[in-house]
T-cell receptor, first 112, second 114 residues
Framework: AQSVTQLDSQVPVFEEAPVELRCNYS??????LFWYVQYPNQGLQLLLK??????LVESINGFEAEFNKSQTSFHLRKPSVHISDTAEYFC??????????FGAGTTVTVRA | EAGVVQSPRYKIIEKKQPVAFWCNPI?????LYWYRQNLGQGPELLIR????????DSQLPKDRFSAERLKGVDSTLKIQPAELGDSAVYLC????????????FGQGTRLTVV
């Protein structure tokens, strides 16, 4: 079984500042890793994913995450946030059983 | 391509009443998931279908929850009777099932039990 820990429940950040959301997982087997974003009253949208290959993955809206196997981490970063990035972000892990296990989420609030 | 469609978006019921949620997955997606998301928490898996077969229902409270996926397409999740603690957002998701676990989520049904 795998579990996910998101180390920060709330992250306030000013517009155009960088942000990092931390995610650690525990699993004894190979994993797939995901970041989902949830805007208010919306479902979850896939932000980016690591399935195999390059450990650095990027999204179309400027986010990136790096898979670090030795530290069992998949931290999410963005060098410059916008007001529209205000949302809740969930890290998730899946292994061969195709069951997605989610962290508790990190609420990002971007202020002008 | 249409996404995962869920209905209703919101539901308010009194405790002990039954309630049902409906999900239409993305066309061609063989795998369907139901998740429950409590306030301030991440989603937790209730049940996973591969086509019409429930392959993982270990987290489904079977005394009051039931689900079906007739013909391997649409799915219905039912609660009978509902309890106050069932208030949550119920999320449906689907994936291709062809070796990749990437799941696409619907907008969810927010259930309030009063």
């Amino acid at each position: 079984a795998q579990s996910v820990t998101q180390l920060d429940s709330q992250v306030p950040v000013f517009e155009e500042a960088p942000v990092e959301l931390r995610c650690n997982y525990s699993s004894s087997v190979s994993v797939y890793l995901f970041w989902y974003v949830q805007y208010p009253n919306q479902g979850l949208q896939l932000l980016l994913k690591y399935l195999s290959g390059s450990t650095l993955v990027e999204s179309i809206n400027g986010f990136e995450a790096e898979f670090n196997k030795s530290q069992t981490s998949f931290h999410l970063r963005k060098p410059s946030v916008h007001i529209s990035d205000t949302a809740e972000y969930f890290c998730a892990v899946s292994s061969n059983d195709y069951k997605l296990s989610f962290g508790a989420g990190t609420t990002v609030t971007v202020r002008a | 391509e249409a996404g995962v469609v869920q209905s209703p978006r919101y539901k308010i019921i009194e405790k002990k009443q039954p309630v049902a949620f409906w999900c239409n997955p993305i066309s061609g997606h063989n795998t369907l998931y139901w998740y429950r998301q409590n306030l301030g928490q991440g989603p937790e898996l209730l049940i996973r279908y591969e086509n019409e077969e429930a392959v993982d229902d270990s987290q489904l409270p079977k005394d009051r929850f039931s689900a079906e996926r007739l013909k391997g397409v649409d799915s219905t999740l039912k609660i009978q009777p509902a309890e106050l603690g069932d208030s949550a957002v119920y999320l449906c998701a689907s994936s291709t099932g062809r070796g990749l676990p990437e799941a696409f989520f619907g907008q969810g049904t927010r259930l309030t039990v009063v």
